[in-house]
């Protein structure tokens, strides 16, 4: 089969399409025959030598895919051949079939096309997990998600909007800011010319966010906590603005606050078997009705994996971008 490899580490040149063997079933597994895979910011990171697989999995990128299952393994129980799928990966998506663990497999949802179900995975269960089962956001708590028009961010204005929040965003663009507005967001904040501190505690009369989900860490880190509110939680999950940084404690006893970094690649797969579980019984529903949805900047086939890693990285997007197979 083609699939996207590493021969060395770099810059996106690299990304070379192969012949590689296929994948192998293996018990409690399915080998979905892919449509679409989604390309994510640890691709990137992977690409450059930073973000190795674990131990165990594909050592080619992509982390979430859409497609239709054509082998069924041993064990696997509730589907079948043929059916319509989209899946959370440790690695492989990036290739023409891939084999999914069971438990991380997803129907596609009711009024979403196949290819565009690709958009789906990674970002719901990050979002889920970190905002909803980790954070706790509650309605009518004040949520900031720091790159409100990244695929992050799209899914996390409308899923916590559906319940209720009050979303404030940063973005670096009226463009973008204009994006997260139509999906619902309430604060909007261009950080190239606005202090988001600032901006928080004037919307919410010195009170602060309740909770924050933040992608560039370091560099954000104080003002992170200087804008939270008491008891609030920062969720951290990405390092875009580095990865070493100066905790106030004194900030952090003050607001009884909660200083939380996660990941979702290297989770157990029983571990991830679980987020997607509870992303099927309360995400997908408000795709089905239509409250939710995918955000797709651009669908760019396989062979031109290296132009989509420039698009992700110049971060020019609007959601998500998709490789096609």
């Known amino acids: 089969m083609q699939a996207i490899t590493l021969p060395t580490f770099g810059d996106e040149d690299v990304l070379t399409l192969a012949e590689v063997p296929a994948p192998t079933l293996r018990e409690g597994e399915v080998i979905v025959d892919v449509a679409a895979a989604g390309v994510n910011r640890a691709d990137l990171l992977q690409r450059q030598g930073f973000y190795p697989p674990p131990r165990g999995e594909s050592e080619l990128p992509g982390l979430e895919v859409s497609g239709t299952i054509s082998q069924v393994g041993e064990g696997v129980e509730g589907w079948t051949v043929g059916d319509e799928v989209c899946a959370l990966l440790a690695g492989g998506g990036y290739a023409e079939q891939v084999a ?113 989900l933040d992608v560039i860490g370091a560099k954000y880190l104080d003002r992170n906590l200087d804008a939270l509110a008491v008891n609030g939680r920062l969720v951290i999950i990405g ?67 290296a132009d989509a890693h420039r698009l992700l990285d110049e971060s020019s997007h609007i959601g998500k971008v998709l490789l096609t197979v």
Not at 135 to 142: E, I, M, N, R, T
Not at 146 to 155: C, R, Y
Not at 258 to 278: F, H, N
Request: charged share 20%.
């Open 100 to 212: 999914v663990p069971a438990g991380q497999l997803l129907p596609v949802p009711k009024g979403v096309d196949l290819v565009d179900a690709a958009a789906l995975p990674e970002v719901t269960c990050t979002v889920w997990s970190n905002v909803f089962l980790t954070a706790d956001l509650q309605p009518d708590d004040v949520f900031l998600v720091h790159g409100g028009s990244s695929g992050i961010g799209t899914m996390a204005i409308q899923l916590a909007k559906a319940i209720g929040a009050r979303v404030a965003v940063t973005a670096g663009s009226q463009a973008k800011l204009d994006a997260c507005r139509e999906l619902g967001a309430d604060i909007l904040i261009n950080y190239k010319e606005q202090d988001f501190v600032a901006e928080i505690a004037s919307a919410t009369g010195d009170s602060g966010a309740n909770v924050i």
């Open 239 to 305: 390092m875009q603005g580095g990865i070493k940084g100066e905790l106030d404690i004194s900030k952090l006893l003050t607001k009884r606050a909660a200083v939380i970094a996660t990941s979702l690649r290297a989770r157990p797969r029983a571990e991830k078997a679980t987020i997607v579980a509870a992303v099927r019984e309360h995400v997908w529903p408000m795709i089905e009705t239509g409250g939710v949805h995918p955000v797709v900047h651009d669908r760019l086939p396989l062979a031109r994996v």
